[in-house]
């Protein structure tokens, strides 16, 4: 499989220092909160018979992110915040006619019995989703239902991106250190993992067919002048490894991490 054929249409969008990670969907009951809650974004009052609504695992702090790029709850809050009232579309083409649904209300949901290797109590990011019952949608709506539409990745951007081999923020600086590589440091081995710490921006939700990570292993564009890797004869076959399990890391979702 060439990724960089599956990876074009996201490619094309994809802006300086902003990041796509996959999420989960799940069902939403529409109650009379909800609701209150939908008509703050509606200019005629919607009832309940109206609206179509489901929640997003939008993402979580654990450190095991298979894109080796985990929020820390500073992320997360902030996220909590900038996505209320942004966007759903498909395939993360933005363009009016493309918008499906709207983001209506998130919350942090915390495992206080789960305390990280970062110190942080493990916490997963929800939002809430509506979109309007309409003839041209019934399609989608049932495809949503029966689990065929599930695969959704998100686009923001965050404020930092620690290493976790030099500590140095990829935001502002590049380092020469690469996802998911281990590295030989002063405390033993470690495996490069980026920090995403704050969030400046939030931008939509979408519905893809692969979610996926447009720098995978190739390119940092966290901030800055474009940084390239360069190619070594000795580690081609670990670099091609990598690349490959980078990979499956957009193809694959952790039934773990969908649950509430």
């Not at 949901?109 to 290797?117: A, C, G, P, R």
């Not at 710490?197 to 519905?207: L, M, T």
Request: include cysteine; charged fraction near 35%.
């Amino acid at each position: 499989m060439d990724g960089k054929d599956n990876r074009e249409d996201t490619d094309k969008i994809v802006e300086e220092g902003v990041i796509c990670k996959a999420v989960g969907v799940e069902n939403q009951e529409v109650t009379e909160e909800e609701l209150r809650k939908i008509n703050k974004f509606t200019l005629t009052p919607l009832k309940a018979e109206e609206v179509f609504t489901f929640k997003l695992i939008m993402g979580d702090n654990g450190l095991d992110d298979r894109n080796y790029e985990p929020f820390n709850l500073n992320a997360l809050k902030d996220l909590k915040k900038l996505y209320i009232g942004k966007t759903m579309i498909k395939d993360h083409r933005r363009t009016a006619d493309n918008q499906i649904a709207r983001v209506y209300d998130t919350e942090l949901v915390q495992d206080s019995s789960k305390t990280l290797k970062s110190g942080e109590i493990y916490t997963k990011l929800i939002a809430k989703c509506y979109m309007v019952k309409t003839e041209k949608n019934t399609d989608l709506i049932s495809e949503i239902k029966a689990g065929i539409k599930k695969e959704v990745s998100t686009s923001c951007k965050p404020k930092h991106a620690y290493c976790s081999i030099c500590g140095l923020d990829n935001m502002k600086n590049y380092c020469s250190h690469w996802w998911g590589k281990e590295y030989e440091t002063a405390e033993g081995k470690k495996i490069c993992y980026f920090t995403l710490d704050g969030a400046k921006e939030a931008y939509e939700v979408s519905f893809v067919a692969v979610p996926a990570q447009p720098r995978a292993g190739t390119t940092k564009n966290y901030g800055g002048k474009e940084f390239k890797k360069e190619k070594n004869k000795n580690n081609e076959e670990a670099e091609i490894d990598l690349k490959i399990k980078n990979l499956a890391s957009f193809l694959f979702t952790e039934k773990e991490k969908l649950e509430v």
